[in-house]
């Protein structure tokens, strides 16, 4: 008898749960989803594609904008941004509850100004702030976030609010910049300076082409060259400020040479460097206030090391 009333039971559950899915399938609420938030923020001119779609019940969706004046939105949910203001796009769908995305319209950013100096020399230790203006400006532009980024983070760090600490001797170059969700990547660059400790070139490579930064304050700088034949082809300046200088002040076409390395002024700040006896030679940009060398023909030979090389006399 206790067998018969189990197997009646566990019989009038089966039944029970098989009836309860298709129940609970029906009970699924049909809405409307979309790929973005309920607020969003479009810049003048440019779209977004609210990405909205049903959910539990295919059904078609509609779009309306509260002021087409301020911002658009087509039969496939594309918005547009058209002048500065707010408005709100309302989403239907048959036998769903309606959806509302608030729409905030800006200008974008156009570009940035640096307001404090763009070239700094810091002692080991200081500090010294960034300032910017970024254009447009005013309550209609989108809200742009600046990024900061340094070259050289052994030299100079920088916070993300544009602060520069001097950690130690040598160059850094601080990029400034705004992201593409701003409607445009602006950039400016701040170069800082630490003279104290700084007794080795700074060398920045990006691609073919290599930055070399000097300490104007060295005695005498010995620049060498190691030609494809194996040889070292080398040139000494006796100090640094006063070379450069020379170098500035010497006429386009002219130049010497020391039986190893012949250099030529092509430009006011081009040199054009060639390893006497081979045909080896390469063009140099000089920046006579930074007291930088910068090389646009790749320097590496095929183990990948440089085949210029410096010695330092302080």
Known sequence: MKKKITAFLMS???????????AQAASKKAYIKTGVSSKVTVLCGKTLNLKAKTVNKKKKITYKSSKKSVATVSSKGIVKGKKYGTAVITLKASGMSTKKVKVYVRKPVTSIKLTSKASLTLGKGKTSQINTKVYPGGKQMVNAKLYY???????????????????????????VSTSKSAGKVCTKYVDVFVYQGFDDVCVETSG????????PNWAGLKVSFKGKNGKTYSYEFDNVKLSFAMIKSLKVNS???????RIIKKAANKINIALVGTTENYDVYVDYNKYQLKFTQSLKDSKGNLRVSFTVEK
């Open 208 to 215: 073919n082409t290599t930055l070399f930064t000097v300490n």
């Open 255 to 261: 130049g010497g040479s020391n039986g190893q390395i």
């Open 149 to 175: 980024k340094s070259s050289n983070t052994k030299v100079a760090t920088v916070s993300s609010t544009g602060k520069i600490t001097a950690k130690s001797g040598g160059y850094a170059k601080i990029t």
């Open 12 to 22: 009038v559950c089966l039944i029970a749960a098989m009836t309860a899915q298709p």
